[in-house]
C-alpha cells in the first residue's frame, strides 16, 4: 500500500520557521510529482507547493518567496521549508503523491500564535 506520513508540524510564533517532511513509500518516488496543500478551519483545501519529478517547482501567490518545497528522492522524502510564518499560515498540512487517484497523508497541523 502506498503510505505519506507527515512530520514537522507544531507551534510556532509568528515570524519563525518550520521544516515539515513528508515520508514516501509503496510507490516508485522518483516517477511522481508531490505537493504539499493545506486545509485551514473554515476554508477549502488549497495547493501550497509543488514540485515535479525532474525538480521543477510552483507555489501559491500566498507563500511565494517564504516558503520552499524540496525533494530527496534517495531517501524517499519531500520536504516543505516555511519561513517568515503568519497567522493565516495556520492549518493541517497534507502531502500528495499525484497519480490517478491522488494518494495523501493524514496531515500534520501547524499552528502560528503567539
Known amino acids: 500500500q502506498v503510505q505519506l506520513v507527515e512530520s514537522g508540524g507544531g507551534l510556532v510564533q509568528p515570524g519563525g520557521s518550520l521544516r515539515l517532511s513528508c515520508a514516501a513509500s509503496?510507490?516508485?518516488?522518483?516517477?511522481?510529482?508531490m505537493a504539499w496543500y493545506r486545509q485551514a478551519p473554515g476554508k477549502q483545501r488549497e495547493l501550497v507547493a509543488r514540485?515535479?519529478?525532474?525538480?521543477?517547482?510552483n507555489y501559491a501567490d500566498s507563500v511565494k518567496g517564504r516558503f520552499t518545497i524540496s525533494r530527496d528522492n534517495a531517501r524517499r522524502t519531500v520536504y516543505l521549508d516555511m519561513n517568515s510564518l503568519q497567522s493565516d499560515d495556520t492549518a493541517v498540512y497534507y502531502c500528495?503523491?499525484?497519480?490517478?487517484?491522488?494518494?495523501w497523508g493524514q496531515g500534520t497541523q501547524v499552528t502560528v500564535s503567539s
Open positions: 514540485i515535479t519529478d525532474n525538480g521543477d517547482t
Open positions: 509503496g510507490l516508485i518516488f522518483k516517477r511522481y510529482h
Open positions: 500528495n503523491a499525484e497519480d490517478q487517484p491522488n494518494y
